[in-house]
């Protein structure tokens, strides 16, 4: 984050940028899990989130979109309202690094070159991949690292506003949801296959987590020619 910064900074002050087709910036808010163990709000921060994003603004209605976003993941059983789960009693916690890539679409035009304050409602979907350290839980319900590594592959679905703050300054707010191809961020499945007799909840329903926050972004470029595209 200390390098996402300095060069966050680096593109702020340089002076030859007349122009916004391009954004860097910074994500903050916070994270929480759907899963086999903890709560089932769908949105309910519970963990820090933090990253950087860029974006590439292809047309007033729609931009490239790439961002690395680090938080952990946590559930409690003891925070749910499932009577089941708070007498199971088990709780985890993992850190996870997420980097999605896809495409924003806004609700209406967001032309940086007009001037005004301008503001739209946007969604924003493609691929995400979420490194993460495999645990699961023995039969006394230890929660206990395997030593190993996986990517969770998943796809991103975001809604948000965003509006201008000034001449290249964006401020957004948004909240997403992460839809995995993976049970195990929660321990609920092992990784290893000799460890199969100790998966338990609902192994036909993937794991989910929430990224809820705010981004700042920078705009910088040429004057791009929409017509084109």
Known sequence: MRYLFLIFISIFFMQNTNAQIYEVGVFAGGSNFIGDVGA????????LAIGGIFKWNRSPRHSY???VIFSDLEG????????RRIQRGYKFNTSILEISAGMEFTFWDFDLHTTGTKGT???YTGVSMANHENYYFTQNGQYTSEATRSWAYGIPMVLGYKTN???????????GARYTFSDELDGSVPDNEFREQLSFGNTNSNDWYV????????????RPCYCNF
Do not use: M, W
């Open 40 to 47: 089932t709000n769908y949105i309910s921060p519970n963990q």
């Open 65 to 67: 979109r790439v961002s």
């Open 76 to 83: 409690i059983d003891g925070k749910s309202d499932d009577p």
């Open 121 to 123: 409602p946007y969604l």
């Open 165 to 175: 703050i000034s001449n290249h300054l964006v401020l957004a707010a948004e909240i």
């Open 211 to 222: 990224f809820s926050g705010i981004t700042l972004t920078y705009t910088f470029g040429r």
